[in-house]
């Protein structure tokens, strides 16, 4: 079986111009991110983040970035999930912002650490009381019986939380990936797509150079 032909993708795009890109990766990152929010707001910080175990076995999901600056690429997550168990084996990651509709992904890969709980507690509070109750609800990644084990436990949490702010899990909080590599990918015809790669010599210096589609 194959994709019918009809989902075809036409790539064509103005070719990226090596002479306009930052000098640094976090600040193209931030030019073509502010682009793609303005173009299309519907969930651009949707990334693919991949990880390992320390038997090489990879796993992918869907995270979103909730902040980034110029160290690297934040998201949060329950500290018993699938990928902190990956991360706390093999503490290095690779992320995929796909956006397609603009013709561009750009991939990061580099050593994930986690953040410090000053700043998670930061975010924590600016999340609605709805995300921050369904922090403390959820074992993530664990096996559970039914939706009705989620609906108990929020009640419960619903109940412990009724009055004042809500704290701070332990169990929860941040990672950022600091990137080693940055990649800016932009889809032309015929798939001769430019490939610009970010990555730092021996001085701590970014270097550019092109890829071959």
């Known amino acids: 079986m194959r994709p019918p032909d009809y989902i075809r993708e036409d790539f064509s795009r103005e070719p990226l111009d090596p002479t306009l890109l930052a ?9 073509w991110f502010s682009q793609v929010c303005a173009i299309d707001p519907e969930a651009p910080n949707a990334l693919s983040l991949a990880t390992a175990s320390s038997a090489g076995r990879p796993s992918v999901r869907t995270v979103l970035l909730k902040l980034y600056d110029e160290s690297g690429f934040i998201f949060f997550t329950n ?11 093999n503490p290095f990651g690779s992320m995929l912002f796909p956006w397609t509709g603009q013709g561009r992904q750009v991939i990061a890969n580099g050593p994930v650490t986690r953040i410090s ?34 609906e108990s436990k929020l009640y ?42 970010y990555s730092r010599d021996t001085n701590g ?9």
């Open 79 to 89: 500290y018993g999930s699938r990928k902190a168990r990956d991360l706390s084996e």
């Open 205 to 213: 210096h970014w270097q550019v150079e092109r890829l071959a589609p």
């Open 117 to 150: 709980s000053t700043e998670s507690l930061k975010y924590f509070l600016s999340r609605s009381r709805g995300s921050q109750l369904g922090a403390w609800t959820s074992a993530q990644s664990s096996v559970i019986s039914a939706r009705s084990v989620l």
């Open 23 to 31: 000098s640094e990766p976090m600040a193209q990152f931030e030019s």
């Open 156 to 197: 419960e949490m619903k109940n412990k939380f009724s009055d004042g702010e809500i704290p701070l899990p332990s169990f929860w909080g941040g990672y950022r990936l600091e990137p080693e590599t940055v990649e800016f990918w932009q889809g032309q015809a015929d798939r001769m797509h430019d490939r610009f790669l």
